[in-house]
């Protein structure tokens, strides 16, 4: 699944914890290409793929800004 996904969308390709996403999807659905339509629905309509842009540079920003309200908390 995750290889097809990167051939459909070689602009974000496979990248570094696309497994959660997929093997959670696989896991409720129980069929590969059930799972493979919904990720690519959640990946463009849910906007997930700008998780997964520059360098996941969004989970390193959202980290930060977690990591400073634990801080201020």
Same mark, same amino acid.
């Given at each position: 699944?995750?290889?097809?996904?990167s051939?459909? +969308?070689?602009? /974000?390709?496979? &990248?570094?914890?696309?497994?959660?996403?997929?093997? #959670?999807?696989y896991?409720? @659905?129980? +069929?590969?290409? /059930?799972?493979? &339509?919904?990720?690519?629905?959640?990946?463009?309509e #849910?906007?997930?793929?700008? @998780?997964?842009?520059?360098?996941?540079?969004?989970?390193?920003?959202?980290?930060?800004?977690?990591?400073?309200?634990?801080?201020?908390?």
């Amino acid at each position: 699944m995750l290889v097809c996904y990167s051939e459909f +969308d070689p602009e /974000i390709g496979y &990248t570094q914890g696309m497994n959660f996403v997929a093997a #959670l999807l696989y896991l409720a @659905v129980g +069929d590969e290409v /059930i799972a493979f &339509t919904i990720m690519t629905r959640v990946m463009f309509e #849910l906007q997930w793929r700008e @998780v997964y842009k520059d360098q996941l540079i969004m989970v390193v920003n959202l980290t930060k800004k977690i990591k400073a309200w634990l801080i201020k908390e």
